[in-house]
């Protein structure tokens, strides 16, 4: 509860704005938006739905809008000027310290581009780590223009043929995630997880999504379709965007994927709702609280899930606590499992 605590009293001190608004440095808005996914976290829906909705319906005055083009929400070169972050991680590369040695002296931006293509040219460049299973891409349509920001199926490898090669003939034959570290800005360095690209740590999008997840269990189902089908339209609004520089893997305005029906049911509306964060929400560390909250463990870590595990237990939904804390403090009890 401390949290809610501290967030409300943030909400109730922060000005609407930013100081210099700078997405950086939290406003209300920031604590508003913290606010909706605790409550939601917690599934005391009626306080998620409100902090959301106080969140989309002061949006204007916060300076909170969906980008036009899904891949500039990632692109280094736009970031400082979006409307959509509401917090972001500000990280600049290349900055060098007092450490004479090179390989510790400048600062590396490992959250997303460490996950690039081993032998893969700039920028998918890095050491094929963190690799999604092939069930991720498997399930995810090839109409969505979203799969193309947010994974590299194919690029040119640094074999000096600039030829765009398949995932099959990368070092790990799976997709990757490009999400990161595909327009990273002037950063970058040929030792490829150095970059200017700032981390996304809260934007606009998840707040109408909590709204739409919000309303839906008490029982606003137009109202939560509404929200669900701005994602869905910002999805379909894809740019033209040349990947490589050889015309490859470009995208037009898609009619895909469609706005949820009207009159769709509650139960329904939960699973598109769900869906549509993990599109929309990928590798943005996100998921697993979705995870926990719906009690998808086994479902998505087992056999046929899109990470299949071998050993994934209930009981791994809680970290154990650490021995260190519980020598210090007799009154610890090990959370169950470990």
């Given amino acids: 509860m401390k949290i809610i605590e501290d967030m409300t009293f943030a909400f109730d001190n922060l000005e609407m704005d930013s100081r210099g608004s700078v997405r950086s440095r939290p406003s209300k808005g920031t604590a508003a938006s913290y606010l909706a996914s605790i409550y939601m976290t917690r599934e005391e829906w009626k306080q998620s739905y409100d902090m959301a909705k106080w969140v989309i319906d002061n949006a204007g005055n916060l300076k909170y809008a969906l980008e036009d083009d899904f891949q500039d929400v990632f692109r280094e070169s736009e970031q400082w000027a979006s409307q959509e972050y509401i917090f972001s991680i500000d990280f600049t590369g290349n900055q060098t310290g007092e450490n004479p040695n090179p390989a510790t002296y400048e600062n590396d931006n490992k959250i997303g581009p460490f996950n690039g293509v081993e032998g893969g040219a700039k920028p998918i460049r890095g050491w094929s780590m963190l690799v999604p299973h092939i069930n991720v891409y498997n399930s995810w349509d090839s109409n969505d223009y979203r799969l193309k920001v947010s994974m590299a199926d194919s690029l040119i490898l640094a074999d000096d043929t600039d030829i765009v090669r398949p995932f099959s003939e990368f070092e790990v034959a799976r997709p990757h995630i490009a999400k990161f570290n595909r327009f990273?800005?002037?950063?970058?360095?040929?030792?490829?997880?150095?970059?200017?690209?700032?981390?996304?740590?809260?934007?606009?999008?998840?707040?109408?999504?909590?709204?739409?997840?919000?309303?839906?269990?008490?029982?606003?189902?137009?109202?939560s379709i509404g929200y669900v089908n701005q994602i869905r339209g910002r999805a379909r609004n894809a740019g033209t965007i040349d990947f490589y520089g050889s015309g490859y893997g470009t995208y037009a305005p898609s009619i895909f994927p469609a706005d949820v029906l009207a009159g769709t049911n509650i139960d329904d509306l939960r699973t598109i709702i769900l869906e549509e964060r993990r599109i929309e929400l990928a590798f943005e560390f996100k998921r697993w609280y979705d995870i926990v909250r719906r009690d998808l463990g086994s479902e998505v870590f087992g056999p046929s899930g899109l990470e299949p595990q071998s050993n994934f237990s209930e009981f791994r939904y809680l970290w154990p606590i650490p021995q260190g804390e519980i020598d210090k403090n007799q009154n610890f009890v090990q959370n169950p499992g470990y």
């Fill in 184 to 223: 990273t800005g002037e950063g970058r360095t040929t030792a490829g997880w150095r970059s200017d690209f700032d981390h996304a740590a809260f934007r606009y999008a998840e707040v109408l999504l909590i709204a739409a997840e919000s309303a839906n269990e008490l029982g606003l189902s137009p109202e």
